[in-house]
């Protein structure tokens, strides 16, 4: 699967985002997706999973009650709600996908995928 990441910019502190994770001609219902990010001298993080089954999400504490991720229930995009943003948040994001064994299940775990789309740049500053 080929996997289209957008809807990143430029946000000033305590602004929102949308980003989109899309896939041409596959439905992404049947994979589960994660969000990464990657700041500059980082390494790259997992900030929240969305299983193909159920729709059950996971999220990195420290973006939990900011950051919703939801997927579109005809099998379009997984989006990535974004609120409260701080310049911590700043990051190329990717999107990243995976079908496991079991349907309800996703992880945060970089390790464990192995479709991964371009990344989009978030950047949060006055």
């Known amino acids: 699967v080929q996997l289209q990441a957008s809807g990143g910019g430029l946000v000033q502190p305590g602004g929102s985002l949308r980003l989109s994770c899309a896939a041409t001609r596959y439905d992404l219902r049947d994979v589960a997706i994660a969000w990464f990010r990657q700041a500059p001298g980082k390494e790259r993080e997992g900030v929240a999973c969305?299983?193909?089954?159920?729709?059950?999400?996971r999220y990195r504490d420290s973006v939990k009650g900011r950051l919703t991720i939801s997927r579109d229930n005809a099998g379009g995009p997984v989006w990535l709600q974004m609120n409260s943003l701080n310049p911590e948040d700043t990051a190329v994001y990717y999107c990243a996908a995976r079908r496991f064994a079991r349907p309800s299940f996703c992880t945060i775990d970089s390790g464990d995928y192995r479709n991964w789309g371009q990344g989009t740049q978030v950047t949060v500053s006055s």
């Open positions: 969305i299983s193909s089954m159920d729709g059950i999400a």
